[in-house]
C-alpha cells in the first residue's frame, strides 16, 4: 500500500502566485471554500463553496465537477478542520470511485480519472485575506472588521454596545475589554437575564474562538427568545410602534476571538519573550500538552507535559513552577488540550493558595503575581511563522506536517477532552 499522503498543503503566497499565472480558475484549478455561516465578508476570486455542514452530501456532485481539474485546493476559515476534513473525504471518494471503474477503464485508459493534486491552503482564508485581502484580483468582498473602531470610538459599553464571549474552557489567555462572559456550556440557563440586561443596548455582539458554532448558536438562540419574549408582551395596538422602536442589531464576531486578537498580531508576543534575553524556566515557560503528536518539531526550552498523563504530573509541575512569572500552555491548535490543561492548572494553583491562607508560606505565595496563558492557534500556528527560525523551532519536520490529517488531531482532542468535569 502507498504512504503518499491523501492531501498536502500550499501556502497563501504559493496560490496568490498560480491565481495570478494566467492559469484559468476551474479548468487549470479550483479552490473549494467549505466555511459555512462564516463565509459571508469575503472569500477567494473564483473559489465554489461547498459549506461543511452539507458537504458529504454534495461531494459526488463536487468531483464530477472537478475531475479533470489538476489541483483542488480546500479551505475553510484557519484550515485547521473543516477544510482538511473536506480535503481527506473529496480523495477518499474520488479514491473510492477511481477503484470501481478500474476494471472498466483498463482496456481504455484515456477514460480513467486525471491525475489530480489535492491540497489545503496552509492557514485558512484567514491569512490569506490577512496578506492579499487589498488585491481584487485575489480577494472579492471582503468587509473590514468594524468591531475595533466600535470599541475606541467613544461609545460606552453595556450601554450603546455589548460584546458576549460564550468561549468555555477556553477563555484563558485574553479576552476583549468590557465583555460580558455567557459559557456556552450554561448559555440557555444564563440566557433570560442576558436578555434582560441587553434590551436597551443597540448592538449586540456574541463570538467564541472563532464563531463557527457557539457564537452563531448563542446569537441565533438569544434572538429568538429575544422575539418571543416581545411578542408575549406586545400590545396588538402598539404592534407597529414596538417593531419601530426594536433597533437592536445581533451580530456575531466574523472570525471570534482568535481573527480579532490576531489583528494585533499577538502571536508574535511568545516569538518576542523568547528573544528578549529573558531565561526560560526562570522568566517564562512554555507548556506543550501534546501527546504523540508531538514528533515533528517544538518550540525551543519547551516543557513537555503529555495531556494523557498531565494530571498526574500536574503537582510536581506546580512545585517547578511556583515562581515563574508566565506561563504559556498549547498542544497543536490550543483549541481543547492547551486550554483544559490551563484550566487544570489555574484551578490547583488556586486550590493550594487558599489552603495556605494565613500561613507563612502562604504571605510569601507568588498566587496573583503569574500569568497563565494559552498560545492562540497552538503549536500549528507558531510552527507555520517561525519554522525556519532556530531560536523559536527545532527538530521540525517538513514530512511529518505534510502528512497531519485533521482526523488524527481531532481523534487526540475528543479524547482528552473526554476527561474534563
Known sequence: ???????????????????????EPLKDYAVVDVRGQDFSGGNIVSCLQSPSEKFEEDVDELIEKTKDVPRVIFHCHMSQQ?????????????????????????AQPE?????????????GFAEFQSAFKDDPELVEKWQKEELAELIKSGKEPLKDYVVVDVRDHDFLGGNIVNCLRS??????????????KTKDVPKVIFHCALSQQRGPKAALTYAKRRRAEKEANADPDAARLEQAEDEQDILVLRGGFTEFQSA???????????????EPHKDYVVIDVRDDDFAGGNIVNCFPSPSQTFEDGLDSLLEDTKDVPKIIFHCALSQQRGPWAALRY????????????GTDAGKESQEGKQEIFVLEGGFTKFQQDFKDD?????KWDEKIWEEQT???????????WALDD
Do not use: C, H
Open 82 to 106: 473543516r477544510g482538511p476534513k473536506a480535503a481527506l473525504a473529496y480523495a477518499k471518494r474520488r479514491q473510492v470511485e477511481k477503484d470501481a471503474t478500474a476494471d472498466v477503464n483498463t
Open 183 to 196: 459559557p456556552s456550556e450554561t448559555f440557555a440557563e444564563d440566557l433570560d437575564g442576558l436578555v434582560a
Open 264 to 278: 494585533f498580531k499577538p502571536e508574535k508576543e511568545l516569538a518576542e519573550l523568547i528573544k528578549s534575553g529573558k
Open 111 to 123: 477514460q480513467s480519472q486525471a491525475k489530480q493534486e489535492i491540497l489545503v491552503l496552509r492557514g
Open 406 to 416: 485533521w482526523e488524527e488531531e481531532q481523534d487526540r482532542d475528543e479524547e482528552v
Open 346 to 357: 489555574a484551578r490547583r494553583r488556586k486550590a493550594e493558595a487558599e489552603a495556605m491562607a
Open 1 to 23: 500500500m502507498s504512504s503518499e499522503p491523501l492531501y498536502r498543503y500550499i501556502t497563501g503566497q504559493e496560490l496568490a502566485e498560480l491565481i495570478k499565472s494566467g492559469k
Open 390 to 394: 532556530p531560536q523559536l523551532v527545532e
